[in-house]
């Protein structure tokens, strides 16, 4: 048999013998901004389609969680650089070329954005609420109320840049077969508006809402079944490192993770419970929702891990 | 002008002098290298082919590490040696990431490093220190774009190949066969 065995005397930390360079910060910021993109989106499109009190739920509780899930995010990305005191050095620049530039930078805007869309919903939800009686705010808020509609359309594009973003920023990694995929866009995007629909059905208590959320969840475990069939398919029609990626999940080190915990648990599972539940069986709201975002979770952490095994040379 | 290296893989012992050299040149930190030794065993037993090859950053001209970069940091400078600015590096990896080659890594004080070909010899009109201390010389060091250079000659009239050429980023280094 022809063997090729290779011996490198190379040993830097993080990087032999399998880099590990980038870590949990990074795939808890592709976490949250997916799942903040998806409700913002959400939010965004039934105030333009005036179904604000159709759906209660999904525009004005869920954005409440989104400043807190972007500072999260941005906390994780924070912690992950390591050369903290230059952080700045971000905002001195725009450099379309490389993702990691324009997220931060489309991240620069949607949190503050976020946090003053989900603020003007606040009284809405706690109506004793009155900003501590300072003119300002409320002045600021009665504002925002009243463009609500004019907001909401750079709101979803942005939220529709943030969620394929978390995708790209993996995918522009040409050096990482497994991420370097234009798949990955749209799949990340699927992704973070599913976890979103789930959790909307979960905080939502209106009936109606609950199973228009389902039906839209449904359909997007749907795409995205049918989009990591494509991913899989695609990297078995490519070269050799191509098909080395799929096999990590095709019998490889992550192939029991991928099948069981993304693929049954994060997506058949709960879209057979979601179907039930459509079909009048009773069950708990909170089990399909948290089966599909704890897949949303375990996916970007098993994506983060196993790209960088796949690699070029050795 | 395009600087870059020929590393004659037949001359080449495995001695890891030029890592040597590297660490105490630039003051590289303990446990961390910018170049390092492959030994590449080929072949069907008993007939196998041993290949010796002295590795570090290609200073590639089409570098996805300069591309990914989101400040700047990672720049191309003169007779594109690929360099990092610390004052610039905020430390996200990115480059680390993109390199097909993992020719980068972390310093302990935070930035990205990797090989900078000596630059501050290079300018001295002196070869890197690799280059120089190599027992074997199985290392040239030159510019490409001179057809006279010692560099375009060997790469001319010798076999050579580059790593990893299907990733595309038309990397500086020759290995000679
Ligand atoms: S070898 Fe890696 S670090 Fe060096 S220029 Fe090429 S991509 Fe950048
Ligand atoms: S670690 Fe530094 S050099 Fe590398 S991409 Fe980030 S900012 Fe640029």
């Known amino acids: 048999m022809k063997e090729e065995l290779i011996i490198s005397g190379r040993m830097n930390p993080h990087v032999d013998p399998i880099l590990n360079t980038w870590g949990w910060e990074i795939a808890f910021y592709l976490f949250v901004g997916g799942i903040s993109a998806g409700l913002l989106f959400f939010s965004a499109l039934y105030v333009i389609r005036k179904k604000e009190d159709i759906y209660p739920a999904a525009v004005k509780l869920a954005p409440l969680f989104v400043p807190i899930f972007l500072v999260l995010g941005l906390g994780a990305l924070f912690l992950d650089l390591h050369h903290k005191l230059y952080f700045w050095r971000l905002y001195t620049t725009v450099r379309l070329e490389s993702p990691m530039s324009w997220g931060a930078w489309t991240l620069m805007i949607i949190t503050p954005l976020s946090i003053v869309w989900a603020a003007s919903f606040v009284k809405e939800i706690w109506p004793k609420f009155n900003w501590w009686n300072i003119k300002l705010l409320n002045d600021i808020e009665k504002i925002v109320i009243k463009n609500r509609v004019s907001i909401a359309w750079p709101l979803i594009v942005l939220a529709v840049v943030l969620g394929i973003y978390t995708g790209i920023l993996l995918s522009a990694f040409n050096a990482r077969p497994l991420w370097n995929t234009s798949i990955l866009g749209p799949l990340f995007l699927t992704s973070g508006l599913s976890t979103a629909a789930a959790l909307?059905?979960?905080?939502?208590?209106?009936?109606?809402?609950?199973?228009?959320?389902?039906?839209?969840?449904?359909?997007?475990?749907?795409?995205?079944?049918?989009?990591?069939?494509?991913?899989?398919?695609?990297?078995?029609?490519?070269?050799?490192?191509q098909v080395e990626s799929a096999q990590i999940f095709l019998g490889g080190a992550f192939t029991t993770y991928f099948w069981v915990f993304i693929v049954m648990l994060g997506l058949i599972v709960p879209a057979v419970l979601e179907v039930m539940e459509l079909y009048g069986f009773h069950i708990p709201a909170f089990a399909p929702s948290m089966l599909v975002i704890a897949g949303g979770i375990i996916f970007r952490f098993l994506m983060i891990e196993a790209g960088q095994i796949t690699r070029y040379l050795y | 002008m395009r600087y870059a290296m020929a590393i004659d893989t037949n001359l080449c012992?495995?001695?890891?002098?030029?890592?040597?050299?590297?660490?105490?040149?630039?003051?590289?930190?303990?446990?961390?290298?910018?170049?390092?030794?492959?030994?590449?065993?080929?072949?069907?037993?008993?007939?196998?082919?041993?290949?010796?090859?002295?590795?570090?950053?290609?200073?590639?001209?089409?570098?996805?590490?300069?591309?990914?970069?989101?400040?700047?940091?990672?720049?191309?400078?003169?007779?594109?040696?690929?360099?990092?600015?610390?004052?610039?590096?905020?430390?996200?990896?990115?480059?680390?990431?993109?390199?097909?080659?993992?020719?980068?890594?972390?310093?302990?004080?935070?930035?990205?490093?990797?090989?900078?070909?000596?630059?501050?010899?290079?300018?001295?009109?002196?070869?890197?220190?690799?280059?120089?201390?190599?027992?074997?010389?199985?290392?040239?060091?030159?510019?490409?774009?001179?057809?006279?250079?010692?560099?375009?000659?060997?790469?001319?009239?010798?076999?050579?190949?580059?790593?990893?050429?299907?990733a595309g980023t038309n990397p500086n280094i020759y290995y000679l066969t």
């Not at chain 1, 389902?214 to 069939?229: P, R, S, V, Y």
């Not at chain 2, 720049?75 to 690929?82: N, P, Q, S, T």
């Not at chain 2, 390199?99 to 002196?126: E, L, M, S, W």
């Open chain 1, 200 to 241: 909307i059905v979960w905080l939502s208590k209106s009936k109606i809402e609950r199973e228009i959320f389902t039906k839209i969840d449904l359909l997007l475990i749907g795409i995205e079944l049918f989009l990591i069939t494509h991913l899989i398919m695609g990297f078995l029609a490519g070269g050799q490192v």
């Open chain 2, 13 to 166: 012992v495995g001695c890891s002098d030029c890592v040597v050299a590297c660490q105490v040149e630039n003051n590289v930190p303990v446990g961390y290298a910018r170049d390092w030794v492959v030994e590449v065993t080929e072949g069907t037993y008993p007939n196998l082919a041993i290949e010796l090859r002295s590795e570090r950053c290609n200073h590639c001209d089409n570098s996805p590490c300069v591309r990914a970069c989101p400040t700047g940091a990672s720049h191309y400078a003169e007779g594109g040696i690929v360099l990092v600015t610390p004052e610039e590096c905020i430390g996200c990896a990115a480059c680390i990431e993109s390199c097909p080659y993992d020719a980068r890594f972390t310093h302990p004080d935070g930035y990205a490093d990797k090989c900078t070909f000596c630059i501050h010899r290079v300018q001295n009109g002196q070869d890197p220190a690799c280059v120089s201390v190599c027992p074997t010389t199985c290392m040239t060091f030159g510019d490409m774009d001179d057809p006279n250079s010692d560099i375009s000659k060997l790469v001319k009239s010798r076999k050579s190949k580059v790593l990893a050429p299907e």
